[in-house]
């Protein structure tokens, strides 16, 4: 029996991965950059057994059907193949964050499952190799193997599509995200099912593409400067881009709910009372607020009026993916 654990953390694109290129590789249309966040994690553990028959995937406790277990079975196929293992394996994982609510527990999953994966089978990956593989569970996992600012590079093979950190000098650690939860259910369209559409569909896609050089060359000179306000602003445009070409997708659709919309003036209020903060959405009606930690406090306080205490979580950068042995003593 080889068994293995790793814990992964979520990560918010503050310039978004929207859309494949290839859908098998997983290769995205266009870079993306990421900051990993603590408030949400995925703990996995991993056991290759000679007596098992079949893959088997565990979720919160609690056995996964057969269309749940699909993806994580689609995985170990991929890492039987390129490492040259026959076993078949039980996936056990707990999430520390609502699945399928638009808080990216795709990320922290798929990329806890290659971390628990190599180590399990003692391979010895880099951050790099890592990256690699967790790309090809979930491309925005490549980005949880990294801690504070990461960006994907797209890459056009399978070799070259991989996350690396972004050189901030712990800037990241003056900054907090404030997470608005006005829906935690099981959202209507998948990130998967809406790239697709929009991709294929879109009269707004290729603007969308088009912008994105741009927004990253701004994004990273204001991490570089540690600029917050250039940085809010340009995380703020990229989301609003992003959910726009949903909107002239055929059929069109959008994540947003009344409740969101609400945040979004909210946050623009915030600002004009002269409390610097941006929000920003993924595939989900939930809102994330980008605010120096320094404001968190009074932002908390200034939402307080309008959402519960258990609607708004806050999150401080987090770490890169972490091994945990079964004792639960951490080695990273």
Not at 146 to 167: L, M, Y
Not at 264 to 286: E, I, S
């Amino acid at each position: 029996m080889y068994t293995g654990k790793a814990r992964a953390y979520t990560n918010i694109a503050l310039i978004k991965y929207w859309g494949k290129k290839d859908e098998h590789l997983i290769l995205p249309m266009n870079n993306s950059l990421s900051l990993t966040l603590d408030a949400f994690y995925t703990e996995t553990t991993i056991e290759f057994k000679e007596s098992f028959t079949e893959d088997s995937f565990f979720l919160d406790g609690i056995k996964q059907d057969q269309k749940q277990t699909a993806k994580i079975t689609a995985f170990l196929a991929l890492v039987r193949q390129q490492y040259q293992v026959s076993l078949f394996a039980k996936v056990d994982s707990r999430n520390f964050v609502p699945t399928a609510a638009g808080l990216a527990s795709s990320a922290s999953g798929l990329a806890a499952l290659a971390g628990a994966c190599s180590a399990a089978l003692n391979l010895e990956l880099t951050d790099k190799e890592l990256s690699r593989l967790a790309r090809r569970g979930s491309g925005s996992a490549c980005r949880s193997i990294f801690g504070g600012f990461a960006e994907w590079q797209k890459g056009n093979s399978d070799q070259t599509s991989f996350a690396e950190a972004i050189v901030s000098d712990n800037w990241e650690q003056d900054l907090a995200m404030l997470f608005v939860l006005v829906d935690d259910g099981v959202k209507d369209v998948s990130s998967r099912d809406g790239m697709k559409r929009t991709v294929e569909t879109s009269s707004f896609y290729a603007g969308w593409l088009s912008s994105i050089d741009a927004d990253l060359k701004t994004a990273k000179q204001a991490i570089a400067e540690k600029d917050f306000k250039a940085l809010g602003e340009v995380t703020e445009a990229n989301a609003l881009r992003m959910h726009g070409t949903t909107l002239a997708a055929n059929p069109p659709f959008t994540y947003w709910s009344p409740e969101s919309l609400t945040v979004m003036q909210l946050v623009r209020q915030a600002r004009q009372n002269g409390l610097p903060c941006y929000f920003t959405m993924d595939a989900g009606p939930n809102v994330k607020i980008l605010v120096e930690k320094k404001n968190l406090a009074a932002l908390k306080q200034f939402l307080a009026h309008h959402f519960s205490s258990e609607q708004l979580i806050s999150a401080n950068a987090g770490p890169g993916i972490t091994l945990l042995p079964e004792e639960g003593s951490e080695k990273s």
